[in-house]
């Protein structure tokens, strides 16, 4: 097309000019950082733009520039609230696009952790495998960004690609999370519940203080239809407690579950104390962990023996509901 052109006359060649460079400037606009804003998050847009269901925006209506839809659903795994924030679908030169979901991991928990697994994009019923991610290492108590990205080689509407997109966690064989893009669909995710639990178990010269507790889905694999119950506990050593101290581990706890099992306590709550004389223990993170049958309610029976059989265990009964 430009050959056909070295033909034309000096102002036609100016004139022409002129038209290509805007052409060109124009096409550079589309492929620079999307510029299209969540409704929900920015307010009316700018003119010519199109609001959609959702709160997406799609800057003067057209397919050229990025589609932003506000997702804002929460799901839990591995001691995190995950936050989806929103998904971005940008249109490439070649007919397909790029999406890129934006997400807040919140640690709940009081040390720094990153999530054991890859977090999923499933297209459909289909997990895609080339999709990428951004795990961020997260103090405790504190949150940070990550996101994950696909795409795909052909795109005929962003709006319909988004409702097919679920962000998942674990694997379908586990306790799973599921966080769909799609607006009117729920998160598929169990939040964690905090038990209003306090009670004492007392052998010899030690205090066991119950001061809370904490129920949540096991993710650990091959847990399926598990869930952790956590117990906060504090120790105080009595006046008799000899030279060197006396350990506490966390096997030397175990509980009776509604139906029945007597279930000792799990190394995922590693309690590993040496108590002293008139010591008291109070760590935020000294729970002892019981792996139990969801959906874990009922009554129980949890008890402490660092004896071994020698003396009775002492117990407590507690109830979820």
């Known amino acids: 097309m430009r050959s056909a052109f070295t033909t034309v006359g000096a102002a036609v060649l100016i004139a022409t000019s002129a038209v290509l ?16 804003v969540s409704a929900a998050a920015q307010g009316a847009g700018q003119p010519g733009d199109t609001a959609t269901p959702g709160g997406t925006v799609k800057p003067g209506g057209t397919n050229s520039q990025a ?4 997702i804002g ?10 936050t989806v924030d929103k998904a971005t679908v940008t249109p ?13 991991y919140k640690n ?43 795409s795909v080689k052909k795109l005929d509407n962003a709006e319909h690609l988004l409702d097919t997109i679920t962000i998942v966690y674990g694997t379908s064989a586990d306790n799973q999370t599921l966080i769909p893009l799609k607006t009117d669909a729920k998160a598929d995710s169990v939040a964690p519940r905090t038990l209003n639990v306090s009670g ?23 847990e399926r239809n598990k869930m952790d119950l956590a117990l906060h506990i ?11 101290g006396l350990n506490v581990f966390y096997e030397y706890f175990s509980i009776k579950t509604p139906d029945g099992q007597n279930v000792v306590a799990d190394i995922r709550g590693p309690i590993d104390e040496l108590l002293s004389r008139n010591q008291t223990i109070d760590k935020a993170d000294n729970v002892v962990v019981f792996v139990v049958p969801a959906p874990a309610t009922g009554s129980y029976v949890v ?10 265990a002492p117990t407590f009964s507690f109830a979820v509901s």
């Open 92 to 104: 490439d030169e070649f007919g397909g696009a790029t999406v890129r979901v934006d997400i807040t």
């Open 67 to 70: 589609t932003v839809r506000t």
């Open 73 to 82: 659903k929460i799901g839990w795994y591995e001691g995190f609230e995950i």
């Open 200 to 222: 004492k178990l007392v052998q010899d010269q030690t205090t066991v203080d119950i001061t809370g507790g904490t129920l949540t889905p096991s993710y650990t694999k091959g």
């Open 303 to 312: 008890s402490y023996d660092a004896t071994k059989g020698a003396s009775a």
């Open 108 to 150: 709940t928990a009081t040390k720094d952790q990153t999530l054991s697994i890859v977090p999923g994009v499933q297209i459909d019923s289909a997990l895609d495998p080339g999709a990428g991610f951004d795990n961020p290492d997260v103090p405790g108590k504190g949150s940070a960004a990550g996101d994950v990205t696909t």
């Open 21 to 36: 460079m805007t052409a060109c400037n124009d096409r550079d606009t589309t492929g620079a950082t999307p510029t299209s």
């Open 234 to 244: 504090k120790l105080v050593g009595g006046s008799g407690i000899a030279a060197g």
